[in-house]
């Protein structure tokens, strides 16, 4: 996969958690080669029955990373991670 890696953030309004969860990705988010898409629940009725129990959600590259919580250091250890992992295939691509 080329390009920057998607973090999606799907959260809600008035939601403690996801407010932290926004904080550590704005954070951590400009070091990285990265996309943030912050989607709200319940803008969706689907969204809202898969996740509503579980906010705040986020997916990395689209696999779900983490629920509830979001440590600022395992999530540079996952993005570092995707880093590396971009970084071999484009070697092998060149090589």
Do not use: N, W
């Not at 986020?58 to 990373?65: E, L, N, P, Q």
Request: hydrophobic fraction near 40%; glycine fraction near 6%.
């Amino acid at each position: 996969m080329d390009g920057p890696i998607e973090i999606t953030l799907y959260g809600k309004a008035d939601c403690c958690l996801c407010d932290d969860a926004k904080a550590i990705v704005r954070r951590v988010a400009p070091a990285y080669p990265v996309t943030v898409r912050e989607v709200d629940i319940e803008s969706d009725p689907a969204l809202r029955a898969r996740f509503g129990e579980e906010i705040p959600v986020v997916f990395v590259d689209g696999r779900k990373a983490f629920k509830f919580r979001v440590p600022e250091r395992d999530l540079r250890r996952r993005l570092d991670r995707a880093v590396a992992q971009r970084g071999a295939r484009h070697r092998e691509a060149a090589g």
